[in-house]
C-alpha cells in the first residue's frame, strides 16, 4: 500500500495525539523557600521633634514672622540713628503702651469701628439686593455688570469731595465713602458665586423639593459661600484702609476723632513714635480680624465643608 493510501482519519488522530502531547503541563521540580529570621524594625510612629511640632501651627509661624520683622525694624531704625524720621520697634511699643494705657488709642479705636461696622452692614445689605436682582432677572445682572464696571474701578477717597458737599463733616460722609468701598467687592464676588453653582446641585435641590428661599438657603449660598467669603475679607479691607484714609481728611467728626485723626494729630505735633505706634494699631486690627474672626468663620464652615483646604 502507498503512502498516499494512508487513511485520513488516522492521520487526523495521529496529529491529536501529538498536540495533547505538546499541551501537556510542564513539571517543575518542587523547592521549600528558607524561612528568613524576622527583621526588627524598630518603633513605626516616632513623634515629630518639638520644632516640626510648633511649626504645624500657623499661630507660630506668623507671630515667627512678626518677630523676624520686629528685629528687621530695630536694626534699621538704630543704624539709621533718626527717631523723628524712622523711630524704632522699641520707641514706637512705648508710644502704644503709653496711647493705650491713658486710653486715647481705645478712644479713637472705639470710633473708627463703630463706624466702620455702620457702613460695613450698610454696603453688605445693600450688595445682597443687587445680588439677589443680579441671580433673579436678566435686567439685574445687567444692572449688576453695568455698575460693577463703572464705580468698582473708582477709589473710595475720590468720592470725598463729593461726601464734604453732601454730608458735610461728620459720619454720614463717612458711612458714605465705606459704602461705595464695600459694595462692589461684595456684590461682585457674591455674584460670581451664584453664577459657579453647578447645575448639578441646582437639581439635587430641586429633587428634594426646594424651591424659594429654601432653595437659595440650602444650595445656593452654602456653594457659593467661598466666594462670598472672599468677597467679604475684600470689603473689609478695602473698608478699613478706607475709614482711616478719609478720617485723615475728614478729621474730627461728631466731636470726637477716629485712628485716622489720632495719626494726623501726632504727625503735625512731629511725634513720630505716636504715628507709627497709630498706623501699627491699624495692622494689628487687620490681624484680628483677617486671623481671629474670617479664620473662625472658615473653619466652622468652608473647611468643615470640604470645600477648601
Known sequence: MSQSAVPQSAVSQSAVSQSAVKLQPVVRPEYVNATLPPVVTGQVEAPLPLVQRLFAHTLVRRLLILAVLAVVWEIYARWLDNPLMFPSFSETLGALWDNTVNGVIPQRLGV?????????????????????????????????????????????IALLPLALLWFGLGVPGLVFVIVHSVLWAVALNAHSGFLAVSDTQRMAGQTFGLSGLRFVALILIPAAFPAILSGLKIGWAFAWRTLIAAELVFGVSAGQGGLGWFIFENRNLLETAGVFAGLMTVMLVGLFVEGVIFQTIERYTVRRWGMQR
Not at 445682597?128 to 468698582?152: E, H, K
Open 112 to 156: 473708627s469701628l463703630r463706624v466702620l461696622v455702620m457702613g460695613y452692614a450698610i454696603g453688605i445689605g445693600i450688595a445682597a439686593i443687587f445680588t439677589t436682582l443680579a441671580v433673579s432677572t436678566r435686567f439685574g445682572t445687567d444692572l449688576l455688570s453695568t455698575l460693577t464696571a463703572m464705580f468698582n474701578p473708582m477709589p473710595a
